[in-house]
């Protein structure tokens, strides 16, 4: 009988060791100070070897064999690795770098370093692949690629808060062990990049503050102006990895939570700084290219915005929402003059948007009035069937299958240029000493709908009725027993979110011309769709305003800046939103009260300032 | 058989006030299930009524015939004599405000917002005026932040208006949920087990906070099981027990009717429970003293 050998005190000796004392070390075992070193030194290197030459011939694109002379993705890799040093700088603790970095450096210092190395490493691989071989890489892009990685190396090994392990059942089976050790390392890593809030920042002078949001207006519109103007493949992803990273290495520093405070603090100064800071695009633009680009994105980003009273602020699943946009245009197009249109007439521009708005908001309320009387699921499926029938029944009112509106598939075409007090839409005219072209103008005239949507969403958020809608999102049934009523409450907000795709179809049908029913479609490749419009608002985060801005940028620009994602194009939409989703549901920017909801372990600030909303 | 319990109706008629709810023969029924049962109740201004019952009894289907929730398949509920409309939110326009059983705050919203939603029957401004900015807008948003406030300090909240509703400690919601009711300005307010999960001290301060709402003369119905708390506070109380209402009295004489206590502790419940079941409780205490073994029976029944 040796059956007591298995003493019950045996599986716990060998975990005694000082395993579970959380010590502060790097993920990679190299001394603190080393690390910081090269972290730095690293950094600055690559700023150096981005004005060598990386490659010895033109043919990848963006000419990277000048030396003295950074060019293309060259200049995204100096951007990183300027910030890699500024950042190991600020973590010395230099004196004045100290402003730059209010949160944690040594985060902020980690992804920078990563988003050089992405970059760097992503050129060097773009340019061995696409040249064949690595033989093509001059010493620069040898350089380049050594400096981030020892950045990198260097910047991992800087010490953070281990959080406490848990500690492992010792009847685990195999599996269930691995899954253990596997969540510990998880949760290291994220502890790795973790930075807490940074405390809150001394006031400024007013003056001083709007100085800063100037300041960061600008900046925005250099880096959207230099990612709209992205000329290949290559320079785009290598836009987005450094925005990305850059992005989150100033969130990681505490400096996008010391710029939100302080825009909090203006919000009518930074609302009218962006608008400035928008209106301005066209203005460095030398030709229409990619105004054009620019006022697509603005038409999706204000549909997108009227979706997200709906579903944002009153949490109706509308899934048919581009249909109003549809109404909206046909509307503006029936009236426009255009020689396919069976009405000959042709209305003033503040006549036919006025229009294009009523008739959506009609068709919204008649659309509204029987399916708001059903809650969650069973309204998104109402809601994609009626979006399907108005398409359907557009490209049937051809003359041949129904009367004789819409000209069916062919759509209604040659919509002629908006005129407004004799300004021409359709000419190119010479403002500040720029040549603004025609899809300039649009892009002028579609600012100033999202202006007025932007207010609308604004004060209409903060009063009684925005209230109800919340209240109503929250807890219908509490909701009516406060009094409120329902149904009609939602139907406001059906109507006004139908309203403003109204408005904004009635500019949509002059910019594109043309309307036909296949661009109002529940999904399709080209964003305003009810699909993408969804994504939009849910990827830039509900209930916002910058939000739904920010998602519709980004799903216009992705897919029309990457070619080669062609046909894979859905599919990457697709996972990217499971991903987003999974690990960020409260979208890229979230309303405070639904980062709140979402991550309840997360230490939150208790307090919901009055701007949350 | 409803009758000896609708002659008690009358005896407790003793506090002063008009009536503000009238409750006359209600039954709910769903499908098969007969849920309540000609109920009949009144309740007079200035006055707390405690409704009790074992669980399951019915109480919570009868609060939502009262607040417009269900609609009563027989009977009608009157408030201060009109006939209340069969949606909920019309029945808080006409003054019957409540609170649930498992709270329901919106929960991400703050403290203030909370109750400025209580505030949305009371107050006119709509979407065009929350559009266009005018000088009413920001007098009325005012005035209602005003009132809020005002509630938030009545019941001990106002430190902490900015605060979301989730992040409140349990006994907290409760009390939010019964300001956010108070916004309404209700001329009744019904407390659905408005102590549930509480720990004595937050019952005692419950207690008084309902003492409170009845001083500003708002009529106050309580479904409760913490016999303490509703035999302190209730000027008069109803029991209910498998949808028929048992009795309707004062405290003392709830208290003391036995059949009240055999509903409490499981005594299989007739149809006719005057007569006939106290001659089963003598039959079975004449057996008790006879067979040894069965004195928990006689316990029960004292």
């Known amino acids: 009988m040796t059956t007591h050998t298995t003493a019950p005190g045996t599986p716990e000796t060998p975990d005694t060791p000082d395993s579970n004392a959380p010590a502060a070390t790097g993920l990679i075992g190299l001394p603190a100070t080393v690390g910081r070193a090269l972290a730095t030194g690293g950094g600055a290197l690559a700023v150096v070897s981005a004005f060598l030459a990386w490659t010895w011939t033109a043919e990848f694109p963006g000419d990277l064999t000048v030396y003295g002379y950074p060019g293309g993705l060259q200049v995204l890799v100096l951007i990183g690795g300027l910030f890699t040093t500024l950042f190991g700088l600020a973590s010395y603790g230099v004196k004045g770098l100290k402003v730059l970095t209010p949160g944690n450096a040594d985060s902020a210092l980690k992804l920078a370093a990563l988003g050089t190395f992405a970059t760097a490493w992503y050129t060097v691989i773009a340019i061995s692949a696409k040249l064949g071989g690595v033989v093509n890489l001059e010493p620069g892009g040898y350089l380049v690629a050594l400096a981030t990685l020892v950045a990198l190396l260097g910047a991992l090994a800087l010490p953070f808060q281990r959080p406490e392990p848990d500690p492992a059942d010792p009847d685990d089976t195999g599996w269930e062990a691995f899954r253990h050790r596997a969540r510990q390392k998880r949760a290291n890593f994220k502890a790795a990049f973790a930075a807490e809030p940074p405390a809150p920042g001394r006031t400024l002078p007013a003056w001083a503050e709007i100085l800063v949001i100037t300041g960061v207006m600008a900046l925005g519109l250099l880096v959207f102006t230099y990612g709209i103007g992205t000329e290949y493949d290559e320079l785009f992803i290598g836009f987005l990895l450094t925005a990305g990273f850059g992005f989150a290495a100033l969130a990681k520093a505490g400096l996008v939570a010391r710029i939100s405070a302080i825009t909090t603090r203006h919000r009518t100064v930074t609302m009218t700084g962006a608008f400035v800071a928008a209106a301005a695009f066209p203005f460095t633009q030398s030709d229409d290219q990619y105004a054009t680009i620019g006022v697509y994105i603005l038409i999706f980003a204000t549909v997108a915005l009227g979706l997200n009273i709906v579903v944002g602020l009153a949490g109706l699943l509308d899934l048919g929402y581009v249909a109003f946009l549809g109404v909206g245009a046909y509307t503006a197009a029936l009236v426009s003059g255009s020689p396919s249109s069976p009405l000959h007439v042709h209305w003033p521009f503040w006549a036919s948007a006025l229009l294009g708005a009523v008739v959506a908001m009609i068709f919204g309320v008649l659309i509204g009035a029987p399916t708001l009387r059903l809650r969650g699921d069973y309204l998104a499926i109402v809601t994609l069937g009626f979006g399907e029938i108005f398409r359907i029944t557009v490209l049937n009112m051809d003359g041949t299958s129904g009367p004789d509106v819409t000209n069916g598939s062919n759509g209604i075409s040659s919509i002629p240029n908006l005129n407004i007090l004799g300004f021409d839409f359709g000419q190119e005219h010479q403002l500040l000493g720029t040549t603004i072209g025609r899809f300039a103008n649009y892009f002028l005239l579609m600012l100033l709908i999202t202006l007025v949507v932007v207010v609308v969403f604004r004060r209409s958020s903060d009063s009684r009725i925005g209230r109800a809608w919340i209240a109503i999102r929250e807890d219908e049934t509490a909701a009516l027993a406060m009094g409120i009523n329902g149904f009609r409450v939602k139907l406001i907000a059906f109507?006004?979110?139908?309203?403003?795709a109204g408005l904004a179809g009635s500019v949509q049908a002059h910019v594109t011309y043309t309307v036909t029913p296949e661009q109002y479609q529940f999904a399709h490749v080209v964003p305003?769709?009810?699909?993408?419009?969804l994504a939009a608002v849910v990827l830039g985060g509900m209930g916002t305003i910058s939000g739904p801005l920010v998602g519709a940028s980004l799903l216009y620009l992705i897919p029309a800046k990457l070619q080669f994602l062609g046909d894979y194009q859905l599919f990457a939409f697709g996972v990217a939103l499971v991903l987003l989703m999974r690990f960020r549901p409260e979208g890229l920017i979230p309303n405070r009260r639904r980062q709140l909801e979402f991550h309840e372990d997360t230490a939150a600030p208790a307090v919901l300032s009055?701007?949350?909303a | 058989m409803t009758t000896d319990t609708t002659t008690k109706d009358t005896a407790p008629g003793t506090t002063p006030g008009e009536t503000v709810l009238d409750a006359r023969g209600v039954t709910m029924r769903f499908g098969g299930l007969t849920a309540v049962r000609d109920v009949n109740l009144t309740v007079n201004s200035g006055e707390i009524v405690g409704l009790i019952g074992p669980n399951g009894a019915g109480k919570t289907t009868f609060f939502?015939?009262?607040?417009?929730?269900?609609?009563?398949?027989?009977?009608?509920?009157?408030?201060k004599g009109t006939v209340l409309p069969p949606k909920s939110f019309k029945v808080t326009a006409a003054g019957i405000a409540r609170t649930f059983q498992n709270i329901r705050l919106f929960a991400n919203m703050t403290v203030l917002e909370n109750v400025l939603v209580g505030r949305h029957t009371r107050t006119k401004e709509g979407l065009w005026s929350a559009l266009l900015r005018g000088p009413g807008f920001h007098k009325a948003e005012a005035a209602s932040r005003a009132r809020a406030m005002e509630l938030l300090a009545f019941v001990?909240?106002?430190?902490?208006?900015?605060?979301?509703?989730?992040?409140?400690p349990y006994g907290e919601q409760r009390k939010l949920e019964i300001a956010r009711a108070l916004a309404s300005e209700p001329g009744l307010l019904l407390l659905d087990e408005p102590t549930a999960g509480m720990n004595p001290q937050e019952t005692r301060a419950t207690e008084e906070l309902v003492f409170a709402i009845r001083d500003q003369g708002i009529a106050v119905l309580v479904i409760e099981h913490d016999m303490r708390f509703i035999f302190n506070l209730c000027d008069r109380v109803a029991v209910l027990v498998q949808g028929q209402k048992l009795i309707e009295g004062d405290s003392a004489t709830v208290q003391g009717d036995e059949r009240v206590v055999a509903a409490y502790l499981g005594e299989p419940f007739e149809d006719a429970p005057g007569d006939e079941e106290a001659a089963e409780v003598e039959a079975a205490e004449a057996q008790a003293d006879a067979v040894p073994g069965k004195e928990n029976r006689k316990e029960t029944d004292r």
């Open chain 1, 528 to 533: 305003p769709n009810s699909a993408f419009l």
């Open chain 2, 156 to 168: 001990g909240l106002d430190a902490k208006a900015e605060h979301l509703a989730r992040n409140l």
């Open chain 2, 64 to 79: 939502n015939c009262l607040t417009g929730l269900y609609v009563p398949t027989e009977g009608e509920v009157r408030y």
């Open chain 1, 495 to 500: 109507a006004l979110g139908a309203c403003l």
């Open chain 1, 610 to 612: 009055k701007a949350g």
